[in-house]
Structure formats: structure tokens, C-alpha cells
């Protein structure tokens, strides 16, 4: 962005009146409801369109065919050319999503991120803010897609030995709480400042709870890979949702959740901000639909949603800011959408959603009334 920018006439997220928001440098100023012209100042006059940072993806585990936990050095640029197609996409960041597989390579896609993080050049790409282990301490009889034959005990030792020396990149990790039989896990992973989120688990609210009381505060894409709701046994998402201090990760393409359970969900939660999107995104991201590798077996991918060949469903193709889309479609109000989408991911892993000095990258969000649809652009 030039070096002095003013926007006017902008909808924020936790803003009742339209808001001015002042850029230097490439960052942003001052936000208030009336600021001063500096000279040289260039205008842009939104007409009371939404402004938000980019979206922020928890989840996502490859692109443009190259599965996360395939990764290799050799990868490096496959890895970058990601990063440029999630920043077309609106997503400023991202956590690559390692799900359960071999330790060793396990180790090895950590060591890439961790080379690839060090070096990266952040000017108009998504960032990589850290690593998703999505296992392997899940739940047999929840793993869904992920192969058993990787699946381990939730010890200390295993986590030590999944971690090796790159904890301080590994950002969250998905465990089934109840697997925890020594109550030490979560404590043990909060301690390295890891995020701790509950998922692929059968575990009850009650153990959910206990799992809350010790340092979990997320759910991986809730509803899947978990016990339904019931009206007698609320189970993990149940414990989840009237928690104000816990956030839960969505899949909003229609397939994953049904467009009623997404709206009793938001429902029941009050539309509290501890409700976040995430694309899940496999490999074919940025691919067309057809029949993928994955690890050993073959996804199908359809629509955008993917599943293996026997029909489990193992994730999507979509990109992140289509979930704010089905959600305003689906009824949801519009600056809670986008705040699923690039806030309340940011909160859910302690970083700092749209203030006065953060990067400027903005996402400009348009509502057509006559035709009932949502689009968005880069504003830089």
C-alpha cells in the first residue's frame, strides 16, 4: 500500500457506525469514526462496505496436489507457490495441517515448515503462522480418514518423540481427550505453549470439561469426528459450545454440517466469537475435481468435498472465504460471517484480529442486495 491512505465510510467487525481507518507504511494508524487528513494522503471511500483483514486458515492440509504431510526439502517452492495461491484466495496465514501419519514423517514435514519459516518472505503471500498436528493421538473409533496403523497411545513419551525439536513451530495439535488416562497431556502441551484442541474423540462432556479445566481451548471441525448432540448426553461439542472460553473450528460447505446444525450451533452459542471457519482443505486444493492420491489410498474429489473411495468423508477443495459466503446464504449475519473467517481464528490462537498496528492487508466485502450475494476483493 502507498504511503498515506485513508479509508472512509467502512463497516468493522465490533463497529456500530461506519469507521475511518488511517494507513502508514503499509500499517494500520488510527481507526476512529473521524480522523484528520494528512497531506498527501490518498482516499478510498468504501460506501459503507465491510473491511476486514484476510482470512486465517486453522486447517488446511495441502495445495496444488502436495499433501502437508508428504512434505519434503525439495518441496520448498511447491510450498511457496501455496502460499500465493491462498493470499488469491483472501487468506493472509495459515497452519499446515499434519494429519496422523509416521513419526518420521512427521519430522521431516516439521523440519521443511521450520526451514520454509524461517526464510519466508511475507510481502503479498499467506504467512505460515505455525503447524496443525491433527494427530496422532486420536481416537480409533473416530479417526475418520486418518490411517490407523499411525495411530498412538497419548503418552508423554509420545509426544516427546512426535514433537522432536520442533515444538516451539507446532502451534496446535488435535487429541481425543479421553485417551489422556495420566491427565498430563494437555498441561505437558500448554506448557510448550501449544494449543490444545479436542477432536476425533468420544470423549463425554464431563471428560470434555475436565479437558477444558486443564488448557484445551478449541475443537477441531465440530459435529465430525465426534458423538452427534443428544439431549442426554451432550457429549465434547455439548461441553464445547457453552463454553465462552472455548473456540470451535467449522467446516461451512454444506456437506460436512448441515445448513440447520450450523445455525443451531451458532444459535446456541449466542454468536459468541468462539466460532471459527476453517476450509479443511486437502491436496486438490486449487485443482479440479477428480481421483487424487492420498498417502496409500485415493480421494475422490466432487464439488469440492472429498472423500475416499469407500465414501468417508476426508475434507474439501474449497477456499476459506466460501464458508462466509454459504454463511451469509445460509442466513448469517454478515459481519459475523466475516468475523468467523479472519477474527475469531486469529483469537483462537492468541494473535491480534484488526488494531491499529497490524499489516494492512485488507479484504474489501461487497453486498449486492438485488442479487442477494457476497463478494470480496483485495483492497491493496
Given at each position: 500500500?502507498?504511503?498515506?491512505?485513508?479509508?472512509?465510510?467502512?463497516?468493522?467487525?465490533?463497529h456500530?457506525?461506519l469507521?475511518?481507518?488511517?494507513?502508514?507504511?503499509?500499517?494500520?494508524?488510527?481507526?476512529?469514526?473521524?480522523?484528520?487528513?494528512?497531506?498527501?494522503?490518498?482516499?478510498?471511500?468504501?460506501?459503507?462496505?465491510?473491511?476486514?483483514?484476510g482470512?486465517?486458515?486453522?486447517q488446511?492440509?495441502?495445495g496444488?496436489?502436495?499433501a502437508?504431510?508428504?512434505?519434503?526439502?525439495?518441496?520448498?517452492p511447491?510450498l511457496?507457490?501455496?502460499?500465493?495461491?491462498?493470499w488469491q484466495?483472501?487468506?493472509?496465514?495459515?497452519l499446515?495441517?499434519?494429519v496422523?501419519?509416521?513419526?518420521?514423517?512427521?519430522?521431516?514435514?516439521?523440519?521443511?515448515i521450520?526451514?520454509?519459516?524461517?526464510t519466508?518472505?511475507?510481502?503479498?503471500?499467506?504467512?505460515?503462522?505455525?503447524?496443525?498436528?491433527e494427530?496422532?493421538?486420536?481416537?480409533?473409533?473416530?479417526?475418520?480418514?486418518?490411517?490407523?496403523?499411525?495411530?498412538?497411545?497419548?503418552?508423554?513419551?509420545?509426544?516427546?518423540?512426535?514433537?522432536?525439536?520442533?515444538?516451539?513451530?507446532?502451534?496446535v495439535?488435535?487429541?481425543?481427550?479421553?485417551l489422556?488416562s495420566?491427565?498430563?497431556?494437555?498441561?505437558?502441551?500448554?506448557?510448550?505453549?501449544?494449543?490444545?484442541?479436542?477432536?476425533h474423540?468420544?470423549?463425554?462432556?464431563?471428560?470434555?470439561?475436565?479437558?477444558?479445566?486443564?488448557?484445551?481451548?478449541?475443537?477441531?471441525h465440530?459435529?465430525?469426528?465426534?458423538?452427534?448432540l443428544?439431549?442426554?448426553?451432550?457429549?465434547?461439542?455439548?461441553?464445547?459450545?457453552?463454553?465462552?472460553?472455548?473456540?470451535?473450528?467449522?467446516?461451512?460447505?454444506?456437506?460436512?454440517?448441515?445448513?440447520?446444525?450450523?445455525?443451531?450451533?451458532?444459535k446456541?452459542?449466542?454468536?459468541?466469537q468462539?466460532?471459527?471457519?476453517?476450509?479443511d482443505?486437502?491436496?486438490p486444493l486449487?485443482?479440479?475435481?477428480?481421483?487424487?492420491p492420498?498417502?496409500?489410498?485415493?480421494i475422490?474429489?466432487?464439488?469440492?468435498?472429498?472423500?475416499?473411495?469407500d465414501?468417508?468423508?476426508?475434507?474439501?477443495?474449497?477456499?476459506?472465504?466460501?464458508?462466509?459466503?454459504?454463511?451469509?446464504k445460509?442466513?448469517?449475519?454478515?459481519?459475523?460471517?466475516?468475523?468467523?473467517?479472519t477474527?475469531?481464528?486469529?483469537?483462537?490462537?492468541n494473535l491480534?484480529?484488526?488494531?491499529?498496528g497490524q499489516?494492512?492487508?485488507?479484504l474489501?466485502?461487497?453486498w449486492?442486495?438485488?442479487q442477494?450475494?457476497?463478494?470480496?476483493?483485495?483492497?491493496?
Amino acid at each position: 500500500m502507498t504511503a498515506n491512505q485513508l479509508i472512509i465510510n467502512a463497516h468493522l467487525v465490533g463497529h456500530q457506525s461506519l469507521q475511518q481507518v488511517a494507513v502508514k507504511t503499509g500499517k494500520i494508524k488510527q481507526i476512529a469514526g473521524k480522523l484528520d487528513l494528512a497531506a498527501d494522503t490518498i482516499i478510498i471511500d468504501l460506501q459503507g462496505d465491510w473491511l476486514s483483514l484476510g482470512g486465517v486458515d486453522l486447517q488446511i492440509n495441502g495445495g496444488l496436489g502436495l499433501a502437508f504431510p508428504d512434505l519434503e526439502f525439495t518441496d520448498l517452492p511447491k510450498l511457496q507457490q501455496i502460499c500465493d495461491l491462498l493470499w488469491q484466495q483472501g487468506v493472509d496465514g495459515f497452519l499446515p495441517t499434519i494429519v496422523t501419519t509416521a513419526v518420521d514423517k512427521i519430522q521431516r514435514s516439521l523440519a521443511t515448515i521450520a526451514q520454509f519459516v524461517a526464510t519466508q518472505d511475507q510481502t503479498n503471500t499467506a504467512e505460515v503462522l505455525g503447524v496443525h498436528l491433527e494427530g496422532p493421538f486420536l481416537n480409533y473409533h473416530k479417526r475418520g480418514a486418518h490411517p490407523e496403523q499411525y495411530l498412538l497411545p497419548l503418552t508423554i513419551e509420545n509426544i516427546k518423540q512426535v514433537l522432536g525439536d520442533y515444538s516451539q513451530i507446532v502451534k496446535v495439535i488435535t487429541l481425543a481427550p479421553e485417551l489422556d488416562s495420566s491427565n498430563t497431556a494437555i498441561s505437558y502441551l500448554r506448557d510448550k505453549n501449544i494449543v490444545v484442541s479436542l477432536g476425533h474423540s468420544l470423549a463425554t462432556a464431563t471428560e470434555a470439561k475436565q479437558a477444558f479445566d486443564r488448557g484445551a481451548s478449541m475443537v477441531t471441525h465440530a459435529f465430525n469426528a465426534m458423538p452427534s448432540l443428544h439431549h442426554r448426553q451432550p457429549g465434547l461439542l455439548g461441553a464445547a459450545i457453552i463454553n465462552p472460553d472455548v473456540y470451535c473450528g467449522l467446516i461451512a460447505d454444506g456437506n460436512h454440517v448441515c445448513p440447520t446444525m450450523v445455525e443451531i450451533m451458532l444459535k446456541a452459542s449466542n454468536y459468541q466469537q468462539g466460532i471459527f471457519l476453517v476450509s479443511d482443505a486437502l491436496s486438490p486444493l486449487g485443482l479440479p475435481d477428480g481421483v487424487y492420491p492420498w498417502d496409500e489410498r485415493q480421494i475422490s474429489v466432487s464439488g469440492g468435498t472429498a472423500r475416499l473411495l469407500d465414501g468417508t468423508l476426508s475434507g474439501t477443495t474449497l477456499p476459506l472465504l466460501v464458508g462466509v459466503e454459504n454463511l451469509v446464504k445460509w442466513g448469517c449475519d454478515l459481519e459475523k460471517a466475516i468475523a468467523m473467517a479472519t477474527e475469531s481464528p486469529r483469537k483462537a490462537i492468541n494473535l491480534t484480529g484488526l488494531a491499529v498496528g497490524q499489516r494492512a492487508n485488507f479484504l474489501r466485502w461487497h453486498w449486492n442486495k438485488a442479487q442477494h450475494q457476497l463478494s470480496w476483493s483485495r483492497l491493496n
